[in-house]
């Protein structure tokens, strides 16, 4: 089965400060990757996916992420933050059962983003 | 569009009481989730069904759960009887298809439940 390993549980940043939040996986022939972000008191929303192609992936908000296979990496980036992405951030993986994906995702801990004024 | 419904929002009921929380997928979504969230265990993925059908019900903590998708608009998640340790917020999500975990997973507001 696959897994997912949030590396920060919390990431305090500066407003208008780069960011990065450090996800890996589980190694396997081949993964659909997510972030994901909760803002306080509500559901989860999707940020960018990886499923194939260019391993640069752009998402909402300014965000994006890098998929590197040889480190099983899924790093989720943003050049400049504002006090609005204060939030849980989730990495997931697509999981994996034999030769197929199951169809459900495999979320990590969640990494909380400070930004601060 | 509605977006992923959940009801009720909050929930606040006393140890050994039935608890049903409900929710609505997007239409035309075909594939539901059922998630706890805890500080201590973070996000579980409880059950999930496709096409109405439960495929897989592993992360179902005990036989006191159960979950029903009687339509395609559907889905309850019961709790009975319920334990102080079931507090947690429960989100429901809904996805177009199951497509190997390719697609996005929509989520509802969430129910937060407390067991006294």
């Known amino acids: 089965a696959q897994s997912v390993t949030q590396l920060d549980s919390q990431v305090p940043v500066f407003e208008e400060a780069p960011v990065e939040l450090r996800c890996n996986y589980s190694?396997?022939?081949?993964?659909?990757l997510f972030w994901y972000v909760q803002y306080p008191n509500q559901g989860l929303q999707l940020l960018l996916k990886?499923?194939?192609?260019?391993?640069l992936v752009k998402g909402i908000n300014g965000f994006e992420a890098e998929f590197n296979k040889s480190q099983t990496s899924f790093h989720l980036r943003k050049p400049s933050v504002h006090i609005s992405d204060t939030a849980e951030y989730f990495c997931?993986?697509?999981?994996?059962?034999?030769?197929?994906?199951?169809?459900?995702?495999?979320f990590g801990q969640g990494t909380t983003l400070q930004v601060k004024p | 569009d509605a977006g992923v419904i959940q009801s009720p929002r909050h929930e606040v009921t006393e140890m050994g009481q039935e608890v049903t929380l409900r929710c609505k997928p997007i239409?035309?979504?075909?594939?539901l989730f059922w998630y706890r969230q805890t500080m201590m265990r973070g996000l579980e993925l409880l059950i999930y069904?496709?096409?109405?059908?439960?495929?897989?019900d592993s992360g179902m903590p005990e036989d006191r759960f159960s979950a029903k998708m009687p339509n395609a608009s559907f889905s309850t998640l019961k709790i009975q009887p319920s334990e102080p340790r079931d507090s947690a917020v429960y989100f429901c999500?809904?996805?177009?298809?199951?497509?190997?975990?390719?697609?996005?997973?929509?989520f509802g507001p969430g129910t937060r439940l407390l067991v006294l």
């Open positions: 997931a993986v697509s999981d994996q059962r034999g030769s197929g994906n199951t169809g459900k995702l495999i």
């Open positions: 999500a809904s996805s177009p298809r199951l497509a190997g975990g390719r697609e996005t997973q929509y």
């Open positions: 190694s396997s022939v081949s993964v659909y």
């Open positions: 239409s035309g979504h075909n594939s």
């Open positions: 990886y499923l194939s192609g260019s391993t």
């Open positions: 069904f496709n096409n109405n059908v439960p495929i897989d």
